[in-house]
């Protein structure tokens, strides 16, 4: 299908969907594994927790 064809299909407008959503959860998957890779952020009691090393202060993050 050319990304210049209008989506009217329901089915095909849904699949778009839920591919897109997949791929824009596995980069901000992969983009939290390296920031808890780095110690920007940390796992504290099931919770990610933003760390700041300047004030030694710690910011729950909701997700």
């Known amino acids: 299908m050319s990304s210049l064809q209008k989506v009217t299909d329901a089915a095909t407008l849904e699949r778009l969907s839920l591919d897109l959503g997949s791929k824009l959860h596995a980069a901000a998957r992969d ?13 504290i009691n099931g919770r990610i927790v933003s760390v700041d090393h300047k004030r030694s202060k710690k910011t729950v993050v909701e997700v």
């Open 31 to 43: 983009i939290m594994k390296k920031k808890l890779q780095t110690g920007e952020y940390q796992m």
